[in-house]
């Protein structure tokens, strides 16, 4: 066992809280009860419901959904302001991809930028069966080339809200992003969906320049924040020629009586959000894509990756009200934190600055949202857990400032993936790639990879953790020293999502069914510190896994073009990879 992180695979036979009547082989079973999903029955879908364990059953729609994204680079001003950005098909953010659960994804993406690879992550998405399309560059496979096309496959197993992503260094701080709604029940009832809402940092200097200083260990202070990729800035008496203005605030109108659905993701490159509408109260009923119990509050901590859906009643007066993104100022400094805002209108007629105010108390933690709020409706416990290895992340100073997790900081080597060394048959992989292994001792029973990372570095530094390929149940996430046992875990219907927090000078326990054989990043999400190096990869069920001779073909034809490009690339690698 390599040493850094706390690494842990348990069996656990009949793991699920859902309590199944046993049922005579002779009886006579009903058909499944169909249902409408609408405004009064969101928890229902056709067959299906939100009491479906999504992890075994999936609706068969036999419906393809196709997308065409092109990745472009091109002058933006989103608040005003104009630089270079990176967008698909021209916009920030890039189109909102829609689909329904079951349904089938086929996404063509087109790199037409000059001087860049890319490829393109979505976020949260199991990919069952399907580690090929995952999209991170050095693992899953090789990057798209400029004037190269990909074409992405796979099914829709899981519903709610998320986004997809640039995972190719630092390029979805340059607005290489967009949104994805995935249509299914939910938990409690709305009458109109808003689609995705994102919350984001903003510099006016472009990332990989800032990447010059954030790589020697500081981060950088970021100039304001847009909301769904718009904002202002002030330009009054500014003597820079990229000063234009123009800029506006992201509005939208209530009907006083209807509750709306918004699905809120952080996107940033480092900043935590405590989202908040002024005089109304949130209804959370999904995190990530987990669908949970209910419960109100005046506002949403959100860390970077992590997605919740929200309810809002107009039960307000009517007039004007500021939604604010919240900028949690003791997690990373901006230029602009208190500007970061839209507007909510009662009349869509209206033109004028809100002048209401907020009551909520400002948020000095960089943690999630409380643990105990966060329970999922598809109750699902984790059971015995016989082994613990302890390990760490720390940091180093070679060059620049790199983070270590498992003993070394992932380097990635971007022509010769992770899986195209699994197709060759390997069984070492280099070191700088971070490879732990994990495969079930039996086929009989459910069994769990349990990952426990412990923040050693005394910084005191918050990291929120994305683990590709699955959902993970979140036994613990607290201050202080692992003991080494399972004392402090919680097994018993735990959060479950795929970004989690861990604590400065603290400990995340992270629970996972070995279930997706296929080569899965876990990874902070700040960027710099992906960037840095802060990943690893879970290499799982190595025999088992499995690409059709179609499929292999993408991946084969995708890395002999990147390969025939590098010898005239323009931007040579510069940080891990992802």
Same mark, same amino acid.
């Not at 105010?357 to 400002?362: E, I, P, Q």
């Given at each position: 066992?390599?040493?850094?992180?706390?690494?842990?695979?348990?069996?656990?036979?009949?793991?699920?809280?859902?309590?199944?009547?046993?049922?005579?082989?002779?009886?006579?079973?009903?058909?499944?009860?169909?249902?409408?999903?609408?405004?009064?029955?969101?928890?229902?879908?056709?067959?299906?419901?939100?009491?479906?364990?999504?992890? #075994?059953?999936?609706?068969?729609?036999?419906?393809?959904?196709?997308?065409?994204?092109?990745?472009?680079?091109?002058?933006?001003?989103?608040? %005003?302001?104009?630089?270079?950005?990176?967008?698909?098909?021209?916009?920030?953010?890039?189109?909102?991809?829609? *689909?329904?659960?079951?349904?089938?994804?086929?996404?063509?993406?087109?790199?037409?930028?000059?001087?860049?690879?890319?490829?393109?992550?979505?976020?949260?998405?199991?990919?069952?069966?399907?580690?090929?399309?995952?999209?991170?560059?050095?693992?899953?496979?090789?990057?798209?080339?400029?004037?190269?096309?990909?074409?992405?496959?796979?099914?829709?197993?899981?519903?709610?809200?998320?986004?997809?992503?640039?995972?190719?260094?630092?390029?979805?701080?340059?607005?290489?992003?967009? %949104?994805?709604?995935?249509?299914?029940? *939910?938990?409690?009832?709305?009458?109109? #969906?808003?689609?995705?809402?994102?919350?984001?940092?903003?510099?006016?200097?472009?990332?990989?320049?800032?990447?010059?200083?954030?790589?020697?260990?500081?981060?950088?202070?970021?100039?304001?924040?847009?909301?769904?990729?718009?904002?202002?800035?002030?330009?009054?008496?500014?003597? #820079?020629?990229?000063?234009?203005?123009?800029?506006?605030?992201?509005?939208?109108?209530?009907?006083?009586?209807?509750?709306?659905?918004?699905?809120?993701?952080?996107?940033?490159?480092?900043?935590?959000?405590?989202?908040?509408?002024?005089?109304?109260?949130?209804?959370?009923?999904?995190?990530?894509?987990?669908?949970?119990?209910?419960?109100?509050?005046?506002?949403?901590?959100?860390?970077?990756?992590?997605?919740?859906?929200?309810?809002?009643?107009?039960?307000?007066?009517? %007039?004007?009200?500021?939604?604010?993104?919240?900028?949690?100022?003791?997690?990373?400094?901006?230029?602009?934190?208190?500007?970061?805002?839209?507007?909510?209108?009662?009349?869509?007629?209206?033109?004028?600055?809100?002048?209401?105010?907020?009551?909520?108390?400002?948020?000095?933690?960089?943690?999630?949202?409380?643990?105990?709020?966060?329970?999922?409706?598809?109750?699902?416990?984790?059971?015995?857990?016989?082994?613990?290895?302890?390990? #760490?992340?720390?940091?180093?100073?070679?060059?620049?400032?790199?983070?270590?997790?498992?003993?070394?900081?992932?380097?990635?080597?971007?022509?010769?993936?992770?899986?195209?060394?699994?197709?060759?048959?390997?069984?070492?992989?280099?070191?700088?790639?971070?490879?732990?292994?994990?495969?079930?001792?039996?086929?009989?029973?459910?069994?769990?990879?349990?990952?426990?990372?412990?923040?050693?570095?005394?910084?005191?530094?918050?990291?929120?953790?994305?683990?590709?390929?699955?959902?993970?149940?979140?036994?613990?996430?607290?201050?202080?020293?692992?003991?080494?046992?399972?004392?402090?875990?919680?097994?018993?219907?735990?959060?479950?999502?795929?970004?989690?927090?861990?604590? %400065?000078?603290?400990?995340?326990?992270?629970?996972?069914?070995?279930?997706?054989?296929? *080569?899965?990043?876990?990874?902070?999400?700040?960027?710099?510190?992906?960037?840095?190096?802060?990943?690893?990869?879970?290499?799982?069920?190595?025999?088992?896994?499995?690409?059709?001779?179609?499929?292999?073909?993408?991946?084969?034809?995708?890395?002999?073009?990147?390969?025939?490009?590098?010898?005239?690339?323009?931007?040579?690698?510069?940080?891990?990879?992802?």
């Amino acid at each position: 066992m390599r040493q850094s992180l706390f690494f842990l695979l348990a069996a656990v036979a009949g793991s699920s809280a859902l309590t199944i009547p046993h049922v005579h082989p002779e009886a006579n079973l009903l058909p499944r009860q169909s249902c409408e999903n609408s405004a009064t029955s969101r928890s229902c879908w056709g067959n299906y419901s939100i009491d479906t364990n999504y992890y #075994d059953e999936t609706p068969d729609t036999g419906k393809t959904v196709e997308y065409w994204l092109s990745v472009e680079e091109g002058s933006c001003a989103p608040d %005003g302001y104009t630089r270079t950005c990176m967008t698909f098909n021209g916009t920030v953010p890039g189109p909102t991809l829609i *689909a329904d659960w079951g349904d089938n994804l086929v996404i063509h993406v087109t790199n037409n930028m000059q001087t860049n690879g890319t490829s393109i992550h979505w976020h949260g998405l199991r990919q069952l069966g399907t580690t090929e399309y995952d999209g991170v560059p050095g693992v899953s496979q090789c990057p798209i080339a400029p004037g190269d096309t990909m074409t992405y496959k796979f099914r829709v197993t899981q519903y709610g809200s998320t986004w997809y992503h640039s995972h190719f260094s630092l390029q979805y701080a340059e607005g290489l992003f967009g %949104g994805m709604i995935l249509n299914g029940p *939910a938990t409690a009832d709305y009458d109109e #969906d808003l689609g995705t809402l994102f919350l984001q940092d903003w510099s006016h200097i472009e990332a990989f320049t800032l990447w010059n200083t954030a790589k020697l260990g500081a981060p950088p202070t970021l100039d304001t924040g847009l909301i769904n990729g718009t904002n202002t800035f002030d330009c009054s008496g500014s003597t #820079d020629s990229n000063c234009v203005g123009g800029g506006k605030k992201f509005e939208t109108v209530f009907e006083s009586g209807k509750k709306y659905r918004f699905r809120v993701i952080n996107i940033a490159i480092e900043g935590v959000f405590q989202f908040s509408i002024d005089g109304h109260t949130l209804t959370v009923i999904g995190t990530d894509l987990v669908p949970i119990v209910p419960y109100t509050t005046d506002s949403v901590q959100i860390a970077i990756g992590q997605r919740y859906d929200i309810i809002v009643e107009a039960n307000a007066a009517s %007039g004007d009200y500021w939604l604010r993104g919240g900028w949690v100022t003791t997690c990373a400094t901006n230029s602009n934190p208190d500007g970061m805002t839209g507007i909510v209108r009662y009349d869509a007629s209206s033109t004028s600055d809100p002048t209401s105010t907020s009551t909520v108390t400002a948020s000095t933690s960089c943690s999630d949202e409380p643990y105990a709020s966060l329970v999922p409706h598809l109750s699902l416990d984790v059971g015995n857990m016989p082994t613990i290895t302890s390990e #760490d992340l720390s940091f180093t100073f070679d060059s620049y400032f790199k983070w270590t997790i498992n003993s070394s900081s992932l380097l990635l080597d971007w022509a010769e993936p992770t899986l195209m060394k699994v197709f060759n048959g390997d069984s070492i992989f280099p070191t700088e790639y971070n490879v732990v292994a994990v495969q079930p001792s039996s086929s009989t029973a459910t069994e769990w990879a349990v990952l426990v990372i412990q923040d050693t570095t005394g910084l005191g530094l918050n990291h929120p953790i994305h683990l590709h390929g699955h959902d993970f149940w979140v036994l613990a996430q607290t201050t202080g020293m692992f003991d080494g046992t399972a004392s402090s875990f919680n097994t018993a219907n735990p959060p479950r999502r795929d970004v989690a927090t861990l604590p %400065g000078n603290g400990y995340l326990a992270l629970a996972f069914q070995l279930d997706n054989p296929g *080569a899965w990043l876990v990874h902070c999400h700040i960027a710099w510190h992906a960037s840095q190096g802060l990943s690893l990869e879970f290499v799982e069920s190595e025999s088992s896994i499995s690409v059709d001779s179609a499929d292999q073909t993408v991946f084969t034809n995708t890395c002999n073009t990147w390969n025939s490009y590098i010898p005239t690339e323009v931007w040579p690698q510069d940080d891990s990879g992802i």
